[in-house]
């Protein structure tokens, strides 16, 4: 999928994204951290890119606040993509129904809770170049 | 290896050849000047000096400058061909005489005989991954260095030469291919404007040198890169880490599929920095390395792609980095995952069965055969091969007479790349928190249980 919109515009939204996933676990410590870009690599024409941002929510119960995310984004509407809540791996993948970002709550070895945000597919210049 | 006459070759292949022999003319005319400065500076008194000197003078050197004169030779030949080819009016007169190429042969094994006993002997030496992390070892930091300067080409493409050395010696052929690059983009205009080549082979190229900008680039901005190979010749060739594998709990080397060129590379390093985000996410107290290896001559097309040559050809290449990654690394063994995508896991299967890689597990992507049956003919065992295809992949279209290893006959630990089809869904498998990317850094951080 590939979509019109600015590089700036989509970071800006992917954490916006995640900020409003972890304010719903509010009172939380809330760390922001810089997540690469991944390419969409074999997209013609070539360059088109997925931004992402991610949150990490300390000094929450991982368990009650993956429950809390999940009622709270399947109220709003979210694509259910994946939940293993209840398995080994304790993630949960979203999708925005408005403008297709994922997102995905999970815990990590350290019994962690991070959300990522990603983007849909998109060129750095904004709107879909021309395949000429 | 070109076998004999080429009636029906594809002109641009041709081409290609053509373009890799004069590298290697290039690259085998460096050595020769690099040997002869360095034996006028090395103070070497007595007999035996005397002796290499004589030897270097009326032999050694003489065998390079026939191989690189035939080297050259045959290129012409093959532009020639390429040429007639693409004028449709081949009739037999420009076929290159198999002569020329046993010359060609005969050329090269006297230099590589004096590669392997000549160099040793003024103290290089080409041995097994282990033997030239231990020759290198020895070595002080200031003749690292010198050799570094003096033979990037050799040191960047030695397996087990440590990392940041690679790294250190590629990066000045990267350096030297960007200052070519004016020279490179004005040839192209100019066989551009003769004719000589269409404007698709023209866009093609340019964004290949436009890569090699890129990377440059990039590598300058100071990313945790190491530059493990490059070769610009042709459709060009790179091995490029994201974090220090000698240093890295868990390695991760990543063989991509057909139609990969230079123009590719940037995309896939980009993929690996997410990858070896999502795994350093997951296990914060480890760290990871993730490869792209990009270090063969990837096949153009499904008529190719249907063929295991590539892959064969790769096998030796593989095996010695993977090798190499063992020797150079610090303290502890690393955990080591071999990822194959598309055609890349026809490459590693055959270059397991061929040379048993050094990895302790093998993850398979969008795959058609791999060149075996099922996952217990692998030699990390069926309990550490991992492997999945994406809803909507086409390459479950493709009409495969063996067992694909995301197959429930195949025997391998089967993971979700996607819930549902996604657009692109050949080239998904490194989108950003997809579950086919949680997935495979769940496994190259050893956390099989995280995997679903």
Known sequence: MTTPMTVDEARRRAAAHAEAAAALLAPAVVESQEVPDSACVDVVPPGAISVAARVWVRGVDVGAALTRLYEQWTGDGYEILDDRRAGPARTLLVGHPGDGFWLRASVNVRDELMITVSSPCLWPGGSTPSAD | ?452
Do not use: C
Request: charged share 20%; net charge negative.
């Open chain 2, 1 to 452: 290896m070109v076998t004999g006459g080429l009636v029906g070759a594809n002109p641009d292949q041709l081409d290609e050849l053509a373009a890799r022999m004069n590298s290697g003319a290039d690259t085998l005319e460096a050595v020769r000047q690099a040997i002869f400065l360095s034996l006028r500076r090395t103070e070497w008194p007595g007999p035996d000096g005397d002796q290499f000197r004589h030897d270097w003078d009326h032999r050694h050197a003489r065998v390079i400058a026939t191989a690189v004169t035939a080297l050259r030779e045959a290129a012409r030949v093959l532009r020639v061909n390429a040429a007639e080819q693409r004028g449709a009016s081949l009739d037999g007169s420009g076929l290159v005489p198999p002569a020329l190429f046993g010359m060609v042969r005969s050329a090269l094994d006297q230099v590589r005989g004096f590669l392997g006993a000549g160099l040793a002997s003024i103290g290089y030496s080409r041995g097994t991954p282990s033997e030239n992390f231990a020759w290198w070892s020895g070595l002080t930091p200031e003749r690292r260095a010198e050799l570094i300067h003096e033979y990037p080409g050799l040191v960047g493409s030695m397996d087990g030469i440590p990392a940041a050395d690679r790294d250190a010696a590629n990066r000045i052929r990267l350096e030297r291919a960007v200052a070519d690059l004016p020279a490179q983009v004005a040839q192209l205009r100019e066989q551009l404007a003769n004719g000589q080549i269409t404007q698709e082979q023209f866009n093609q190229r340019a964004l290949q040198l436009a890569a090699i900008r890129h990377l440059h680039d990039r590598l300058a901005r100071g990313e945790d890169l190491y530059l493990l190979g490059f070769d610009p010749s042709g459709e060009g060739r790179a091995i490029v880490a994201v974090g220090n594998p000698d240093t890295a709990d868990h390695v991760a080397t990543f063989v991509p599929g057909m139609d990969t060129t230079l123009a590719s590379v940037n995309g896939h390093v980009s993929n690996m920095a997410a990858l070896r985000d999502m795994a350093q996410s997951l296990a914060p107290n480890e760290s990871t390395s993730a490869i792209l290896w990009f270090d063969y001559d990837a096949p153009n097309g499904l008529m190719e792609a249907a063929r295991a040559t590539h892959a064969e050809a790769a096998s030796e290449n593989l095996d010695g980095f993977l090798d190499g990654l063992r020797a150079s690394h610090v303290g502890e063994p690393s955990h080591n995952t071999i990822i194959g995508h598309s055609y890349g896991g026809k490459v590693v299967g055959i270059a397991d069965r061929e040379e048993t890689l050094a990895v302790d597990d093998m993850i398979f992507i969008g795959n058609p055969d791999i060149g075996v049956n099922h996952a217990s003919e692998l030699s990390v065992g069926a309990g550490h091969v991992y492997a999945s295809v994406a809803p909507g992949d086409p390459i479950e279209l493709v009409n495969i007479p063996l067992v694909t290893p995301a197959e429930e006959g195949f025997g391998s630990q089967q993971f979700t790349s996607h819930r549902t089809e996604v657009p692109d869904a050949h080239s998904s498998y490194f989108r950003q928190n997809s579950p086919a990317m949680f997935n495979q850094a769940a496994i190259i951080t050893g956390h099989g249980e995280f995997v679903y």
